[in-house]
């Protein structure tokens, strides 16, 4: 095959995967298993968008990788990809080993010379992936034996290696939040709760949030499952309004002015009802909300009611 046919074959594939793992997002399959994965159909034929061993996906007919993964780790440890970010703000993604002519990454250095879009599988349960995707890998630094990864159109225009301003790096940072740190975290944190509220039980995932228990953007307030709780919007807008508050040893406690407001059925049943109720708690312990974070939580609770 010619060059340019070699192109426009791995343009089909990359458009075709991406097409193909928006299409299962809009129908609430945003999540990929390691075996669905592996039965992706390209014209007629089977392509894995994720190898079975290796972090880094590179189908034989192709010249780059296709993807790349970040495996998942469970509660309590330090999540791969934290406190990565370089200078510049952008995160950074390990290569394969500490050879910088491995084939994997080879593959991935193709990609990036390319300019070519990739895929990003984080890691959200064993064999569970949420992709992140198109990505691209800005810049090689063998010295750190890393590639710099940009999330989005806006953090491909950023400068990789050089130290920002501050407002520029809170910019680029925030990107990262809303294009990774928040998904992963809501992805992860459901999934502990088996997608359901923890407070009423309410199993529709397009009507449940991953609520923190210490807010976003205050020390402790970071986006890991143990600072979270699976919740309804009708619970989640409750707990973040101190209208309930959930005790330390996980009893749901409603403000007491609510529980005489006299209102329809769904200050009743939805609200006042829940009052007193033990919330269900993921099965793997090191998933359970931080006793610590809870009390903390449950302090401002009290002293705003
Ligand atoms: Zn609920």
């Known amino acids: 095959m010619s060059i340019m046919e070699d192109a426009a074959l791995d343009l089909r594939l990359r458009t075709a995967a991406a097409d193909w793992l928006t299409e299962r997002a809009q129908h609430q399959r945003e999540l990929a298993t390691q075996a669905e994965l592996a039965e ?27 993807s790349f993964r970040t495996r998942y780790t469970p509660p309590g440890h330090l999540p791969p990809y934290e406190d990565r970010e370089g200078p510049d703000g952008l995160l950074r993604y390990k ?30 349960a064993p064999a569970l992936y949420l992709p992140r995707y198109p990505v691209w890998l800005i810049a090689d630094e063998p010295q750190q034996l890393q ?13 990789p290696g050089d130290a920002v301003g501050t407002e520029r790096r809170r910019y680029v940072e925030r990107l990262t939040r809303l294009r990774l740190h928040q998904p992963v975290f809501r992805a992860r944190v459901l999934q502990a709760y088996g ?16 609520a923190h228990i210490i807010p976003d953007g205050q020390p402790a307030g970071d986006p890991v499952v143990p600072n979270g709780l699976a919740l309804c919007k009708i619970h989640h807008a409750a707990f973040d309004q101190n209208i309930l508050g959930i005790r330390p040893d996980h009893r749901v406690e409603v403000r007491p002015d609510i529980r005489k407001e006299v209102d329809g059925p769904m200050l009743r049943h939805g609200i006042q009802e829940m009052h007193g109720r033990q919330i269900s708690l993921p099965r793997q312990r090191s998933a359970h909300p931080h006793r610590h974070r809870l009390e903390a939580r449950y302090e401002k609770f009290r002293t705003a009611a």
């Open 40 to 66: 992706f159909i390209f014209e007629g034929r089977r392509v894995a968008l994720l190898d079975r061993q290796r972090g880094i996906r590179k189908p034989a007919f192709l010249d780059a990788a296709l």
């Open 95 to 124: 290569y394969r080993g500490e050879d910088p002519e491995h084939p994997e990454n080879v593959a991935l250095r193709r990609a990036y010379e390319h300019g070519l879009p990739l895929i990003w599988f984080v890691g959200i």
């Open 147 to 159: 590639f710099v990864v940009a999330l989005d159109e806006a953090q491909r225009l950023i400068v």
């Open 195 to 210: 997608t359901r509220c923890a407070i009423c039980q309410l199993r529709h995932g397009s009507l449940l949030d991953a």
